[in-house]
């Protein structure tokens, strides 16, 4: 017995691969044909070959046979394209909608009739018009064009089909301005023509034309008029026009036009039936290869997040380019033997692909497709659309790009049978219902359907209104008048701002200006801003010039207030605190007693010590001996340890704790809770630092998987602590929060930017500092003043104060927060609502510290939900420039550079690091910038704007991460083949996840979490890990991230929760999680959840049941049964006592 039709060997074959083979043999056969100078053609239904004699073998013959349907198919389709349009008979029939009818009739059902695609214009009449003829001219061409009084209904199986109505005069609404003041006539005149071109057409009902006369004074009218997109096109006006002012000269005599032998309806029911299948595969083919891995997004920087539900509401930017601009564009373009059309299109597609940062760009264009020559004559709506693909690195100059950029569009045109939708459906089969597939930004470029003209006595010219509405992100509109090309740039407003839209506009201009200049030049380094852009755009950077002493260390400012005011209190924690003077005098033993071990001018300590006043007694020691200190958190793992002091090679270590510096390393151990500095003199001399001496060196995370150290240099905290004492001038009063660890540099600020005013530092243990549900009471009770935190601890603590029925911290004055992007929820306006306090955001790389600030003013409830990070710091200087290191203009994203006495001397014992992130700054000669790899953007009200990462780096919770350095982590397990580490959601939800391919047997996400945190800090551990059989790959060969799929829900276990506190906890994780239940051992991380979930379902078990249960809990027993059993003893720890009865009796005795 022979195997199943649809199936080859063991493996099912798809209907789609069948039909691939099929069409493949075919075309080999037609190949086959061609070579051997056969003639096929089809007559009768019979399949007809002229050959010469032995060129048919027997072979041919079998193969043509076996092929014969699909070859008369084939041969048919490409006889009825080659022939003339036929004429349909009239005989009340309806007619198929047109590919590009049918896709508009679709968006008008989905879109509920908008006026998206409706076609406006509006022409001015100056002289002795006659009102009447004109009237009966229009409504002649709106009966002579069958499109222009077609209706589309559906038929019983809710097919679209075109009816098409009996003639009917067109009713012209009249509309007097002449007793209005000429301002008043101007925008009353804008008001009519923008109210009908907005007016929805009902398709159901025809009649797709509409016209307003205005008359605005004796002698001068407007005629405004408006086509739904459905019946006519671009070159459907210039028809219209011509035909409406040939009639009008003739005194509306119909027999002034020729009789016209073919409508619209006939040659949309010819498209549907001129493309055989084998040509449809082909050109489908072609697309698939054409579009393969383009970039589905055009990411430009909008104003506001992407709506899922777009408005369509949009707006302009118009320009002109000149005469002598115009003449220069046809130059260029007949030296290259392109159009202009061509060079236009090209700059369009890099300023689009550089704004975006990407070398590639899909554009959409409308193409004429009026080949027929019955066509040219007809108003109907024939355009196509053509997606472009633009690759800027496909050539070494812009003129070379010309070429190439012609070349695919004549390709793109070959390939244009297949109806647009067909090629969305083959290449974008994933949509959404925020943006456009496949495109988000078209051109468009037309000769003028108008010349200024004189008829009937009567001057006619153009009159430009835009209806406001915006079919795409970004439209460019360029319309050839004569020796002039008029642009207009229609942007949608649900995304860009008017001064973004402008930016956009004026970087196409000078980019085309450059282009036709050096049209030699690489395109992606041809300037999008004027010389004097580029200077405005340098001057934004620039913070206020202030002289400094950089040479003034930061840790005079104890010194200065323990002689000022001795006995306030400089430390403060639980029980323990340190007075100004006590904290001098500590420090300046310790650091003498350092001088006596060797320490001097930069040397490197390290300091490895829990968060107590003898921790920041040995900070100022440190500094006060010259050297620079080594964070080492005692809450890393101690490989994480381990593998700093192999790479820093301090000379002492300072703990607090038994801590194996090494055998091999030649530091020495020094025991702070073991030194007795009581004969220590506290007046000992001490060393001078200068601005290059090393202050600290703190460890980040790397992108080669091992962590590198931040060099940073007094001067840089100098001038960071000047400028925060100025901008924000703390009082004695003041309680601050060291809320950061020492290595991340915020520390900083909380410590000497409290201590130069002599306020208190309140030090905080790292069990509180995590858990929000405790640090909230504790920021109360000690009466905090000021605040720093990362956006994700602020948002744990507005959340947990929210929930708590105001238990505000009513003490606070001001919050600044740093580390990441700044997100204002709701849970954030209540706060400081309630709080009063102010909110700063700040910004800065480890390798400079903060360099921006921005204050959030009004009231909460008018706060941007996502703030700029502001302006510079004083006497930094910050470039936001293009991957060629030219500054972009307002708007547009750029790599942020820095500059100024705020950078770090580089990286520790790693020069090739340094000399790569730390370059010549072009604008200031000998000077040295920092390259952050951060994306940002200028702000038109003057602020920078962050915009995420150049690379793949990311912050969770205030802490940069590099996810090559975890997915290094990850592939030293054994186990495990291949890693992709990245972050995944927003704002307080961001997690890391990775995604892992095992040799075998994948390990479990236990296993692998485990192996994590034995490595790295516990920020730095993914939150999921998700097993593959193999990472989704390009068709380049490299990791598609997009593709990486998103973690799967963990299955729920079949043991159901069976006692009370089970089901409770099971309940609030579902809730939290946002899944439907949740099993008895089911991982609450592995099931989606992450820290902020963890203290949001902490929160309300606490609530439900009375006792204090911790986020520290919910990661130390994620599981339903492991938590509800922690909540039993919580539970039976606090419930009081029984007390006896009174009628029971007791006994006492010993056992």
């Known amino acids: 017995m022979g195997r199943p039709h649809g199936t080859r060997g063991d493996h099912p074959v798809s209907g789609e691969q069948e039909a691939t083979g099929a069409f493949r043999e075919l075309t080999d056969l037609l190949r086959a044909v061609e070579d051997a100078r056969i003639r096929l053609t089809a007559e009768d239904g019979e399949l007809r070959v002229s050959a010469a004699k032995g060129a048919l073998t027997a072979q041919l013959r079998d193969r043509l046979v076996d092929h014969k349907p699909g070859l008369l198919a084939h041969l048919g389709a490409q006889a009825r394209a080659a022939a003339p349009v036929p004429a349909l008979p009239r005989d009340g029939r309806t007619f198929p909608l047109s590919p590009g009818q049918e896709a508009l009739w679709v968006l008008d059902q989905l879109e509920g009739h908008r006026p998206t695609y409706v076609i406006s214009g509006v022409i001015r009449l100056e002289g002795p018009l006659r009102p009447e003829v004109l009237v009966s001219c229009l409504s002649q061409v709106a009966n002579r064009h069958e499109a222009l009084r077609t209706a589309f209904r559906t038929g019983d199986d809710g097919t679209p089909r075109q009816v098409v109505l009996d003639p009917a005069p067109l009713d012209v609404a009249r509309v007097d301005l002449t007793e209005l003041p000429p301002e008043e006539r101007e925008k009353e005149l ?59 000269d003739a005194d509306a005599e119909p027999s002034a036009l020729a009789p016209l032998s073919l409508h619209y309806a006939d040659v949309s029911a010819w498209q549907r039936d001129v493309l055989s299948p084998l040509d449809e595969h082909r050109q489908l083919a072609y697309w698939k290869a054409q579009l393969a891995d383009a970039p589905p997004l055009l990411e430009l920087p909008a104003d506001r997040p992407r709506p899922l539900h777009p408005s369509f509401e949009g707006d302009t930017v118009d320009f002109v380019l000149d005469a002598p601009t115009t003449a220069r564009l046809a130059e260029v373009a007949a030296r290259a033997r392109v159009t202009p059309y061509t060079v236009l299109l090209t700059c369009w597609a890099a300023v689009l692909a550089r704004c975006g940062r990407s070398d590639e760009v899909v554009v959409g264009t409308p193409v004429g497709n009026r080949d027929q020559p019955q066509a040219a004559s007809l108003v109907g709506f024939f355009v196509k659309t053509l997606p472009l693909r633009v690759d800027l690195t496909a050539a070494a100059s812009f003129e070379e790009l010309l070429g190439h950029v012609q070349r695919t569009f004549l390709e793109g045109v070959d390939h244009l049978d297949v109806p647009f939708q067909r090629i969305v459906a083959e290449t974008a089969p994933q949509r959404s219902l925020s943006h456009t597939p496949v495109f988000q930004a078209m051109l468009t470029y037309f000769e003028s359907p108008l010349a200024d003209t004189e008829t009937g006595g009567v001057t006619v010219s153009r009159a430009d209104v835009h209806n406001g509405t915006a079919k795409f992100d970004l439209t460019l509109f360029a319309e050839h008048r004569g020796d002039s090309v008029a642009c207009s740039l229609e942007y949608a407003r649900d995304l860009f701002d008017p001064a973004t839209a402008r930016g956009l506009a004026d970087a196409f201009r000078h980019l085309l200006g450059s282009a036709l200049d050096s049209p030699g030049s690489d395109v992606a380094r041809l300037p999008l801003l004027t010389p004097a852009g580029r200077q405005r755009a340098v001057e934004a950077g620039l913070g206020a010039d202030r002289p400094l002493d950089l040479d003034r260390p930061v840790h005079r400012y104890v010194t200065e207030q323990a002689a000022l005011r001795p006995d306030a209190v400089a430390v403060s924690r639980a029980d323990q605190s340190l007075t100004y003077a006590r904290l001098d005098e500590d420090s300046s033993r310790l650091a003498a007693l350092l001088r006596d071990r060797g320490v001097d001018r930069g040397t490197l300590v390290g300091l490895h010590a829990q968060r107590t006043p003898r921790q920041l007694v040995a900070v100022l020691a440190v500094m006060k001996a010259g050297a620079a200190f080594l964070p080492l958190d005692p809450d890393h793992p101690a490989e994480r340890t381990r593998q700093m002091l192999d790479e820093a090679r301090p000379d002492i270590v300072l703990s607090d704790a038994p801590l194996d510096v090494g055998a091999d390393r030649e530091a020495t151990l020094l025991r702070l809770d073991e030194l007795d500095l009581s004969a220590v003199p506290a007046d000992a001399p001490l060393p001078t630092t200068d601005r290059d001496d090393l202050i600290y060196v703190i460890y980040t995370s790397g992108s080669t998987g091992k962590p590198k150290g931040i060099a940073m240099r007094h001067g840089a905290i100098t001038n960071l602590l000047a400028w925060q004492t100025k901008a924000f001038p703390f009082a004695p ?194 000077e040295r910038m920092y390259r952050t790899g951060d994306l940002a953007r200028w702000r038109a009200d003057g602020t920078l704007e962050h915009l995420g990462r150049v690379d793949h780096q990311v912050k969770v919770r205030g802490f940069r991460v590099e996810p090559g350095e975890v997915t290094a982590v990850l592939l030293g397990h054994p186990a495990l083949r291949e890693a992709v580490v990245e972050a995944r959601g927003s704002g307080a939800d961001r997690a890391l996840m990775a995604w892992v391919v095992a040799d075998g047997a994948a390990p479990s996400a236990a296993e692998l979490r485990r192996h994590c945190l034995d490595r790295l800090p516990e920020y730095m551990v993914p939150t999921v890990f998700v097993p593959l059989d193999a990472l989704p790959l390009t068709v380049a060969g490299k990791v598609a991230r997009s593709l990486l799929p998103e973690p799967e829900r963990a299955p729920v276990t079949g043991r159901e929760p069976g006692t009370a506190l089970e089901k409770s906890v099971a309940a609030v994780f579902a809730d939290v999680l946002g899944v439907e239940r949740v099993g008895c051992d089911d991982d609450f991380f592995q099931s989606g959840g992450h820290s902020l979930a963890a203290t949001r379902a902490a929160l309300r078990l606490s609530e439900e049941h009375g006792v204090d249960v911790t986020a520290r809990t919910v990661f130390a027993r994620p599981t339903v049964a492991a938590l509800a059993e922690n909540l039993e003893v919580l539970l039976w720890a606090s419930a009081p006592p029984v007390p006896a009865g009174a009628d029971e009796e007791w006994e006492e005795g010993e056992l």
């Open 190 to 248: 804008a008001a009519v023509a923008r109210a009908a071109g907005r007016e929805r057409f009902d398709l159901a009902a025809g009649r797709l034309l509409r016209a307003v006369l205005v008359t605005a004074a004796p002698e001068e009218a407007y005629l405004v008029l408006a086509l739904h997109h459905i019946a006519a096109d671009a070159a459907s006006l210039a028809v219209l026009f011509r035909e409406l002012f040939v009639l009008y």
């Open 733 to 926: 009063d003041d309680r601050v929060l060291q809320f950061s660890p020492l290595h991340f540099d915020i520390c900083m600020m909380e410590m000497f930017g409290t201590w130069a005013a002599g306020g208190t530092v309140v030090l905080v243990d790292a069990e509180t500092r995590r858990d929000a549900m405790r640090l909230l009471p504790y920021v109360r009770e000690t009466g905090i003043t000021r605040l720093f935190l990362p956006y994700v601890a602020l948002q744990q603590l507005a959340e947990v104060a929210r929930a708590r029925d105001g238990r505000w911290p009513t003490e606070l004055r001001e919050v600044f927060s740093a580390g990441e992007q700044l997100q204002v929820t709701e849970e954030l306006r209540d706060f400081f609502r309630h709080t009063g306090a102010v909110l700063h955001n700040q910004y800065g790389p480890s390798e400079a510290h903060v360099i921006t600030s921005y204050t959030l003013s009004g009231t909460p409830d008018t706060w941007e939900h996502l703030p700029p990070v502001g302006t510079a710091v004083d006497n930094v200087r910050i470039r936001v420039l293009d991957p060629h290191g030219a500054p972009v203009p307002q708007g547009v994203p750029g790599e942020v550079h820095v500059a100024g006495p705020c950078l770090a001397r580089g990286y520790l014992h790693r020069p090739d690091l340094t000399d790569q992130a730390f370059v010549p700054d072009p604008c200031t000669a000998g």
